[in-house]
């Protein structure tokens, strides 16, 4: 079975320094990897995704993520953090093998301090 | 605006109740998924649906059933309501089913059960 973790419930960052959103994936075989957001009273906005290639993938509003095979991680990373970005970070995740549904994290909350 | 449409917004209503929940994916988008988000569960695959086929079910309650129509609009049927299933309900579309494509998420659906 596959699972993801975000092992910090609240990630609290001043503006302007940099930011990282952690997250752990477990699947049997290779993973797709992917980066939602939601702010207050919205739906889900797709950030980004790691699907082969590169390590390091570039998203929507300057963020990052880099895959980890060996330490199975897609840390969410931002060089400088902004309010706006405050919101509630979804790490998500489907094996490539087999007709699996993408696996939700139980998401990270963000708050960019000014 | 993710191209995604829910309706309604809001839904009131009591125990035992049963209502409908309607979607509608993106232009050209065959693969329709619903999600409950709730604080307690976070967000919860419900059941996929791919060009008018069930193609996944994920925690899905017996009390809840779900189609896709030709037009590719779906709908949500949750009845028998208990207060544990006020949560927002969303809806995910994407081009196809089972692939490494992002899902596109609708506003979602705030439903409350008195």
């Known amino acids: 079975a596959q699972s993801v973790a975000q092992p910090e419930d609240q990630v609290n960052v001043a503006e302007g320094n940099p930011l990282t959103v952690k997250c752990t994936y477990s699947v049997s075989g290779n993973p797709y990897l992917f980066w939602y957001v939601q702010y207050p009273n919205r739906g889900l906005q797709f950030l980004l995704k790691?699907?082969?290639?590169?390590?390091l993938v570039k998203g929507s509003y300057g963020f990052e993520a880099e895959f980890n095979k060996s330490q199975t991680s897609f840390h969410l990373k931002k060089p400088s953090a902004l309010v706006s970005d405050s919101a509630l970070y979804f790490c998500?995740?489907?094996?490539?093998?087999?007709?699996?549904?993408?696996?939700f994290g139980k998401g990270t909350r963000l708050s960019v301090i000014a | 605006d993710s191209g995604v449409t829910q309706t309604p917004k809001h839904l009131i209503t009591a125990t035992g109740q049963r209502v409908t929940l309607r979607c509608s994916p993106r232009s050209g988008d065959l693969s329709v998924y619903w999600y409950q988000q709730s604080l307690d569960q976070g967000l919860q695959f419900l059941i996929q649906y791919y060009n008018g086929e069930e193609r996944a079910k994920g925690n899905i309650l017996e009390r809840f059933s779900a189609q896709q129509f030709p037009d590719l609009h779906s709908e949500l049927n949750l009845s028998s309501l208990e207060l544990g299933d006020s949560a927002l309900y969303f809806c995910a579309s994407s081009v196809v089913a089972g692939s490494y494509n992002e899902q596109f998420f609708g506003p979602g659906t705030r439903l409350t059960v008195l």
């Open positions: 790691y699907i082969t290639g590169d390590n």
């Open positions: 998500a995740v489907r094996d490539i093998a087999g007709n699996t549904p993408l696996v």
